[in-house]
Nanobody, 122 residues
């Protein structure tokens, strides 16, 4: 089983930046594609970004493309989400997740983390 721990959220003004981290343990992190998802109050959980096992390819939701950057450091078993030019609409609980293979074309596999709260004020 993979345990995922998200951190780095907080309160920031519109236009500001945050960097989220996701540390994975309990499995071989480096062989899996990873992704970020978010859920705002009263909304369904939605896809934010994903990255292949070696970081060679990335994918972004249209709403964050150009503002967010996903990356990973397999030596540290850690995935990151650099969030720039934040908007109030980005306010949500952010989760990391694991895919079932090295490609994000594969289904999600395993448990969600506990999430980290991002709040963007106007």
């Amino acid at each position: 089983q993979v345990q995922l721990v998200e951190s780095g959220g907080g309160l920031v003004q519109a236009g500001g930046s945050l960097r989220l981290s996701c540390v994975a343990s309990g499995s071989i992190f480096s062989i899996y594609a990873m992704g970020w998802f978010r859920q705002a109050p009263g909304k369904e959980r939605e896809f934010v970004a994903a990255i292949t096992w070696n970081g060679g390819n990335t994918n972004y939701a249209d709403s964050v493309a150009g503002r967010f950057t996903i990356s990973r450091d397999n030596a540290k078993n850690t995935m990151y989400l650099q969030m720039n030019s934040l908007k109030p609409e980005d306010t949500a609980l952010y989760y990391c997740a694991r895919y079932s293979s090295g490609s994000y074309y594969s289904p999600l596999f395993g448990s969600w983390g506990q999430g980290t709260q991002v709040t963007v004020s106007s």
